[in-house]
């Protein structure tokens, strides 16, 4: 898992519609283009990458939320079958401006919701202010978080506000499990081999740039060749079957925490759709 070891050394050794058939093809008038994915709603930890998201029902009175991976969070990296959920916190965010050149502001956590490394690899904080504050403040959007599986074949976007990179790729597949040293994650998103993520790119959105939403949140690579070590994750199918792909990165899909999410930006585990590990 390269980026959860080299991104913590880098932080330190860094000190840190159509129309009906009989209307005239003339008279449509067509949708205004989606604007190319930039690094609006980008931030950076300390030690990894991360976004500011939220769902399409929420409200812009609510707190705003920073997604990040589990393996990012503050108190280390939890334990396979560890789920952390509800602790205060008060760590800071760095949030880019659309051309990721230069920073807006910083952005304060209020509470760690959520983190696990658990079947996904995730952690979602809340901050101290509200989306329509953040969005007066810097005149900068959350990104939204879709709410339906990824499709093979998407074009995809992957965002770090650690290294101010974007990496694009295609969504090249599924893998049924992935394994790397004691963790075991589920549905994980392969990418395409442009997609050759470094220490530093963990927790950058992965965003669909057809839709501009965010769909999964990366997080490992294969670095060397190895089977099923650290930093060397492999897939296994239903069968039991271990293939290792050299140089191949993963994500795990956001669908299911964004199902998570009530109103208010709490979570609710009773909510249709989540499916997180509680």
Same mark, same amino acid.
């Given at each position: 898992?390269?980026?959860?070891?080299?991104? /913590?050394? /880098?932080?330190?050794?860094?000190?840190?519609?159509?129309?009906? @058939?009989?209307?005239?093809?003339?008279?449509?008038? $067509?949708?205004?283009?989606?604007?190319? /994915?930039?690094?609006?709603?980008?931030?950076?930890?300390?030690?990894?990458?991360?976004?500011?998201?939220?769902? $399409?029902?929420? *409200?812009? !009175?609510? $707190?705003?939320?920073?997604?990040?991976?589990?393996?990012?969070?503050?108190?280390?990296?939890?334990?396979?079958?560890?789920?952390?959920?509800?602790?205060?916190? !008060?760590?800071?965010?760095?949030?880019?401006?659309?051309?990721?050149?230069?920073?807006?502001?910083?952005?304060?956590?209020?509470?760690?919701?959520?983190?696990?490394?658990?079947?996904?690899?995730?952690?979602?904080?809340?901050?101290?202010?509200?989306?329509?504050?953040?969005?007066?403040?810097?005149?900068?959007?959350?990104?939204?978080?879709?709410?339906?599986? $990824?499709?093979?074949?998407?074009?995809?976007?992957?965002?770090? #506000?650690?290294?101010?990179?974007? +990496?694009?790729?295609?969504?090249? #597949?599924? @893998? +049924?499990?992935?394994?790397?040293?004691?963790?075991?994650?589920?549905?994980? /998103?392969?990418?395409?081999? !442009?997609?050759?993520?470094?220490?530093?790119?963990?927790?950058?959105?992965?965003?669909?740039? *057809?839709?501009?939403?965010?769909? *999964?949140?990366?997080?490992?690579?294969?670095? !060397?060749?190895?089977?099923?070590?650290?930093?060397?994750?492999?897939?296994?199918?239903?069968? #039991?079957?271990?293939?290792?792909?050299?140089?191949?990165?993963?994500?795990?899909?956001?669908?299911?925490?964004? *199902?998570?999410?009530?109103?208010?930006?709490?979570?609710?585990?009773?909510?249709?759709?989540?499916?997180?590990?509680?």
């Amino acid at each position: 898992m390269r980026r959860r070891i080299l991104g /913590v050394l /880098v932080a330190a050794l860094l000190g840190t519609g159509t129309l009906t @058939a009989t209307a005239s093809a003339a008279s449509a008038v $067509p949708a205004p283009p989606r604007a190319a /994915v930039d690094f609006t709603g980008i931030v950076a930890l300390s030690n990894c990458s991360g976004s500011l998201v939220r769902t $399409p029902a929420a *409200a812009d !009175s609510d $707190p705003a939320l920073v997604l990040t991976n589990g393996h990012c969070y503050e108190g280390g990296m939890p334990s396979a079958g560890q789920v952390i959920t509800n602790r205060a916190s !008060s760590r800071t965010f760095t949030l880019l401006n659309s051309s990721g050149q230069g920073s807006l502001g910083r952005l304060r956590a209020s509470r760690l919701l959520y983190a696990t490394m658990t079947d996904t690899d995730v952690s979602l904080y809340r901050l101290n202010t509200s989306y329509a504050a953040i969005e007066r403040n810097y005149g900068t959007p959350a990104l939204e978080l879709s709410l339906d599986h $990824p499709t093979a074949g998407a074009d995809l976007r992957v965002v770090s #506000g650690y290294w101010r990179r974007m +990496y694009s790729c295609n969504l090249d #597949g599924f @893998a +049924y499990r992935l394994r790397e040293g004691e963790w075991t994650w589920k549905d994980s /998103v392969r990418y395409t081999s !442009s997609c050759d993520v470094i220490g530093g790119t963990s927790g950058s959105p992965v965003i669909d740039a *057809a839709s501009g939403k965010v769909i *999964a949140v990366n997080n490992t690579i294969n670095e !060397s060749g190895g089977r099923c070590t650290l930093n060397n994750p492999c897939e296994v199918d239903e069968a #039991g079957n271990v293939t290792v792909r050299p140089h191949i990165g993963y994500a795990q899909e956001t669908y299911i925490l964004g *199902a998570c999410i009530a109103p208010g930006s709490v979570l609710d585990f009773s909510r249709p759709g989540c499916l997180m590990p509680r």
